[in-house]
């Protein structure tokens, strides 16, 4: 079969790959029919993070069942599922309390098993990992891209708003204005939100920000955007999604919060380690700093209902589609800022 491979800074390429086999009783086959290029893998794809070369790439997997092991109960060949970025086996403590990133025995997409950026992966833990789409929906293409997206950046978005609190008649301040930022307003209008202040660079994911619920809007960066936000809210907002991971945006989310609120971080973290994150800050304003890898098993099933009654529609994250020889520039388009993200239909 065919898949995405990297080769190095910039270089990805489509090769020949084996074709996926059962390994274990609970594996299951599926062959893809979307999967997505994410933010987080242009980390790699710059040089930015360390990655293997000759490594399969892409956690967003879509698609239908071929084959199952002799212990997969759930699941049939012909159903047309869903996969997290992560893999969980859904019976262990972690699954159990919601937290499926952590699973016992789990992984990543890319990194436990197959990249998702292919023709077909092979998905441990079947029963625990994938999620089945109910089969009255299986032919309509724009539900199919509605639903796509929980693979990943709605669940996401949704943890981020989860992790900040946001309840009903919420103010809220999203920081970032990729994928995840613009599905972080989305879940934080889901979730009764009266007024949501959106912070990115550029106006046309702005635009998609107002769009998908977003009251306000801050196009300014630094000290300059914290600064509109805190005369805005006087003071700070009581709920902050830090939909980012970058130094700078940790620092603004900690001056934009306000005294006893919540910051819900999912941004994966990038240069915060090396003393980027204001401790002290947190620490005297008694702020609730609470987030991480999204548990995306455990909200699926209730967004998904919402997908399937007309209410959640994230699809429009997506701004280019390419085939399976198309990964290539879609990588290029979204590191060039041409495309905010890219969904991939083999």
């Known amino acids: 079969m065919r898949?995405?491979?990297?080769?190095?800074?910039?270089?990805?390429?489509?090769?020949?790959?084996?074709?996926?086999?059962?390994?274990?009783?609970?594996?299951?086959?599926v062959r893809i029919t979307r999967t997505a290029i994410c933010g987080s893998d242009l980390w790699f794809y710059r040089g930015q993070q360390?990655?293997?070369?000759?490594?399969?790439?892409?956690?967003?997997?879509?698609?239908?069942?071929?084959e199952v092991g002799s212990g997969v109960r759930h699941l049939q060949?012909?159903?047309?599922?869903?996969?997290?970025?992560?893999?969980s086996d859904g019976t262990c403590?972690?699954?159990?309390?919601?937290?499926?990133?952590?699973?016992?025995?789990?992984?990543?997409?890319?990194?436990?098993?197959?990249?998702?950026?292919?023709?077909?992966?092979?998905?441990?833990?079947?029963?625990?990992?994938?999620?089945?789409?109910p089969e009255r929906v299986q032919d309509n293409d724009p539900l199919l891209d509605a639903l796509f997206p929980l693979t990943d950046v709605m669940g996401t978005g949704h943890h981020a708003a989860v992790c900040a609190g946001v309840t009903p008649g919420s103010t809220v301040?999203?920081?970032?204005?990729?994928?995840?930022?613009?599905?972080?307003?989305?879940?934080?209008?889901?979730?009764?939100?009266e007024r949501i202040i959106a912070v990115g660079h550029h106006e046309d994911r702005l635009a998609k920000a107002r769009a998908f619920g977003a009251t306000d809007v801050v196009s300014s960066g630094g000290d300059e955007a914290t600064a509109a936000v805190r005369e805005m809210t006087r003071g700070g907002a009581r709920h902050v999604l830090e939909?980012?991971?970058?130094?700078?945006?940790?620092?603004?989310?900690?001056?934009?919060?306000?005294?006893?609120?919540?910051?819900?971080?999912?941004?994966v973290p990038h240069g915060v380690a090396d003393g980027?994150?204001?401790?002290?800050?947190?620490?005297?304003?008694?702020?609730?700093?609470?987030?991480?890898?999204?548990?995306?098993?455990?909200?699926?099933?209730?967004?998904?209902?919402?997908v399937l009654e007309g209410t959640l529609d994230p699809s429009p994250?997506?701004?280019?589609?390419?085939?399976?020889?198309?990964?290539?520039?879609?990588?290029?388009?979204?590191?060039?800022?041409?495309?905010?993200?890219?969904l991939v239909k083999p």
């Open 3 to 29: 898949a995405s491979v990297f080769h190095g800074t910039e270089d990805i390429r489509i090769d020949d790959v084996p074709d996926p086999k059962i390994e274990n009783p609970t594996d299951a086959i």
């Open 50 to 66: 360390d990655y293997p070369e000759g490594a399969r790439t892409g956690h967003e997997p879509m698609g239908v069942v071929e």
């Open 77 to 87: 060949p012909g159903d047309l599922v869903l996969a997290p970025f992560a893999i």
């Open 93 to 133: 403590e972690f699954c159990h309390a919601g937290v499926h990133t952590s699973c016992q025995h789990g992984g990543f997409w890319a990194g436990m098993t197959d990249g998702a950026q292919g023709e077909a992966v092979r998905a441990p833990w079947a029963d625990g990992t994938l999620v089945r789409v």
């Open 173 to 193: 301040v999203v920081i970032g204005d990729g994928a995840v930022g613009l599905c972080g307003v989305l879940a934080a209008r889901r979730l009764g939100a």
């Open 243 to 267: 939909c980012v991971g970058a130094k700078s945006s940790m620092g603004q989310a900690i001056q934009m919060v306000r005294p006893g609120g919540a910051i819900g971080y999912v941004g």
């Open 276 to 306: 980027g994150l204001d401790i002290m800050g947190l620490f005297f304003k008694n702020v609730t700093f609470r987030g991480g890898p999204a548990p995306v098993r455990a909200y699926m099933k209730e967004l998904m209902a919402d």
């Open 317 to 342: 994250v997506f701004d280019m589609t390419v085939d399976l020889d198309g990964i290539p520039d879609g990588y290029a388009a979204m590191h060039e800022r041409k495309a905010l993200k890219v």
